[in-house]
């Protein structure tokens, strides 16, 4: 078995209380590398097209990558993998915090979970031995109640992952949580989870990740975290808040569920970075990372009583449920993080599906006959906060946009759904494909549609030309080739942030053969990159899916261009842009359907024979 891989994955059968080993095949390391990589070959091969995502036969899956665990700079994430519920296509989402470190010392690279449990379970592995365990006491309990349950059952160095109330109750934005405020957020696999009735996962252990070469891997550590500046800088002072200003009066932060210009929300300073950093009580940083962007928060003492420990709002939170929603109370948008992170809902979703009420209740779709008497207006906080409640809890109206806009819509009616702000059913995050030409393509032609973590970054000198930010022509190459190295940096278990601090590409690839002992080359990650997008993409096929023909609202691309702000008269050239990327990555132009040759080239003559 490769080193920096433990060599094991665990399989739980939940339906009939099995649990087994298998081994981690080399050869999948090296072609898929880790997290949302081995999560799709694996569920390609093992899941059935047309499997229903909260059923029994769905696989839900949690996967780290070969820098989770080691002396690798930024190694700390995790992800976890399954057939989203909102889209109907490839899910994925991670996270950092300790757990992914810590599933391999206590023995695994990777766990999948098959069937339906009876009554609420969780997976306990204690230095390699894994035990399902009743989970009855834990179910209903918020996610820092479950942390804090497990870690008091379990002992110091226990580390969590679970599900909130909202995913117990298989609300379909609901997401997995660790280290009490660490979303795995997006496509709705907390509900995957809640389906299955797995309430957390604990790990705990001292089992070493073996290394090839141990010393070079601290060596390029020691090198590389002397080099980390610039962006560095500024996310280890303010973390990802300090860029909403800056963002906000350059039109890509959502303003009035994307209908407004940055002069519709003049007082965003109010719930800005430096706002923000007012009320941190104590900054703390995911594991061995030196930036060290979270925080949480002092205890609220205005009107909103949130507690001390609750987690610092990140920038697409305040996007979402501040200028989105002409919110620009930030203790309320505080307690909003720490109601959607106690719960387990995505904050991005959960925004979206507010800003989506709001708007139809502006427009008489909806009356405080619908919201249970509440007055949903723009800007009004409390309001947004008492519907949040709902949403998180199943309640009332909240029962209605529980599962996302593009849900909601259908169960309102009347129009409703030209405000519900989604691409195929996932609800559009903070970034303006209109700011942002990455996001153009990403929004619509990523196996997860509507991520702003897969639109191409970083850049690194080294690997990437520098480029004029608005590039249309020859876009899809350079598209191609950054989403490929940020699908590399995901699979790998590390933090983009990090890794975009290394300033030189080449760090990741002596990094990865340091670990590993492989012989790996630029191109070789960049081939590896391209094979787990064809994966994922082959997976949504396989599904019927055809991203090509994907609504996309019209607000979110210009059609029509706004006529203020900053980006006014803008229109994303979308046809050109997804033309171009098609063709670079040698899928069909009507059908986005790798192509055979293109799936031989990458190795993936298995993946091609099962899509014929
Ligand atoms: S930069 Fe922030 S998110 Fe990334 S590993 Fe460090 S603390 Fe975690």
């Excluded at 700390?76 to 994925?92: A, C, E, F, H």
């Excluded at 090839?212 to 060596?219: G, S």
């Amino acid at each position: 078995m490769a080193n920096g891989y433990m060599g094991k994955m665990l399989w739980v059968d939940l339906t009939r209380e099995k649990i087994r080993e298998e081994v981690l095949e080399e050869k999948l390391c090296r072609d898929y590398i880790g997290g949302y990589g081995i999560g799709a070959k694996i569920l390609f091969d093992r899941m059935k097209p047309g499997t229903d995502p909260i059923g029994p036969e769905a696989i839900f899956g949690v996967v780290t990558g070969p820098f989770d665990g080691t002396s690798a700079l930024g190694g700390s994430r995790y992800t976890v993998v399954g057939k989203s519920p909102l889209t109907g296509g490839w899910g994925d989402a991670n996270s950092g915090g300790n757990f992914g470190p810590y599933l391999k010392f206590a023995g695994y690279d990777a766990v999948f979970f098959t069937g339906i449990s009876e009554k609420p379970v969780y997976l306990l592995i204690d230095n390699g031995k894994p035990e399902l365990k009743d989970a009855a006491h834990l179910w209903g309990k918020d996610t820092f109640d479950t942390e804090d349950m497990l870690v008091k059952e379990h002992g110091k160095g226990t580390e969590t992952l679970c599900i909130g109330p909202s995913g117990e109750q298989v609300s379909l934005i609901a997401c997995v949580m660790n280290n009490k405020g660490r979303a795995a957020g997006r496509s709705g696999l907390g509900a995957v989870m809640g389906s299955k009735k797995i309430k957390a996962v604990a790990v705990r252990g001292e089992l070493k990740v073996p290394q090839a070469d141990e010393e070079k891997v601290k060596d390029l550590r020691k090198t590389c975290q002397k080099k980390l500046t610039g962006h560095v800088d500024m996310l280890r002072e303010v973390g990802t808040p300090v860029i909403f200003n800056f963002l906000l009066e350059a039109g890509d932060t959502p303003v009035k569920n994307w209908a407004g210009a940055p002069e519709d929300f003049p007082q965003f300073e109010k719930i800005g970075g430096n706002s923000v950093m007012a009320s941190v009580a104590r900054k703390y940083a995911c594991y061995r990372c030196p930036i060290g962007c979270g925080g949480h928060m002092k205890a609220g003492t205005g009107e909103y009583k949130y507690e001390e420990d609750s987690h610092k709002p990140e920038y697409e939170t305040l996007g979402m449920f501040g200028s989105n929603c002409l919110n620009d109370n930030l203790d309320s948008i505080i307690l909003l993080n720490d109601i959607c992170n106690r719960f387990g809902v995505d904050t991005i979703s959960a925004g979206a599906a507010i800003a989506f009420t709001i708007e139809c209740y502006e427009n008489g779709l909806i009356s405080k006959k619908e919201t249970d008497g509440i007055e949903m207006t723009w800007g009004n906080h409390r309001s947004i906060v008492a519907m949040t409640r709902k949403l998180v809890r199943r309640e009332g109206f909240g029962k209605t946009i529980a599962d996302g806009v593009k849900v909601a819509a259908e169960r309102i009616g009347m129009g409703s759904e030209q405000y519900a702000m989604h691409i195929q059913g996932q609800e559009v995050p903070a970034h303006s494909p209109k700011f942002g030409v990455p996001w153009g393509i990403c929004y619509r032609l990523d196996a997860t549609p509507a991520r702003h973590t897969q639109g191409g970054g970083p850049f690194p000198p080294g690997l990437m030309p520098e480029f004029d930010r608005n590039l249309i022509e020859g876009r899809g190459v350079l598209h191609k080739r950054g989403t490929s190295y940020n699908h590399v940096i995901n699979c790998l278990g590390a933090c983009v942030f990090v890794v975009g601090g290394y300033h030189q590409a080449d760090v990741l690839v002596d990094f990865i053969n340091a670990l590993t002992g492989w012989d790996y080359t630029m191109d070789d990650l960049l081939k590896a990159g391209e094979r787990i997008a064809n994966i994922r993409q082959a997976f949504n096929v396989r599904e019927g899916l055809n991203s090509v023909r994907f609504h996309v609202p019209g607000r979110i691309v210009g059609k029509p261009p706004i006529e203020r702000g900053p980006l006014a008269g803008v229109t994303v050239q979308e046809e050109k842009l997804n033309m171009e990327y098609l063709t670079a990555m040698g899928w069909d132009l009507q059908t986005a359907r790798p192509d055979r040759a293109k799936l031989l080239e990458l190795g993936m003559e298995d993946v091609a024979d099962t899509l014929e």
